[in-house]
C-alpha cells in the first residue's frame, strides 16, 4: 500500500491494523530494566494495603509512586506517559 493511501485510511479514521506487521512494534522509551529493591515490612505491608485499596499489584503501585515522584522533581527524561497519567490522576 502507498503511504498517501494509508495516511488517507488512517486520517480516515479506519481500521489500519491489517497493514501492520505488529510482530516488530515496540515502544520507544518503553524498555524495561529490572531492579530489586529491599523494603522493611511495614513499608511492604503499607504498599500492599494501599495496592488492596486502588484495586492494583503492589508492583502497580510502586510504579505510579516512583513516576510521580520523578514527574514532581521535573525529570526531563522522565516518561511522558507517566506525566500525562498523572495529570489526569489529578
Same mark, same amino acid.
Given at each position: 500500500m502507498k503511504a498517501e493511501r494509508f495516511? %488517507?485510511?488512517?486520517? %480516515?479514521?479506519?481500521?489500519?491494523?491489517a497493514e501492520l506487521d505488529l510482530t516488530k512494534a515496540c515502544r520507544p522509551g518503553h524498555a524495561h530494566r529490572r531492579v530489586n529493591v529491599d523494603f522493611p515490612v511495614w513499608m511492604v505491608d503499607a504498599l500492599d494495603h494501599e495496592a488492596r485499596r486502588l484495586g492494583v499489584t503492589r508492583r502497580s503501585v510502586i510504579k505510579m509512586w516512583v513516576a510521580d515522584r520523578l514527574d514532581a522533581a521535573g525529570r526531563p527524561d522522565a516518561c511522558p506517559a507517566a506525566r500525562s497519567a498523572a495529570r489526569t490522576r489529578r
Open positions: 495516511d %488517507a485510511r488512517f486520517d %480516515a479514521e479506519d481500521d489500519i491494523t
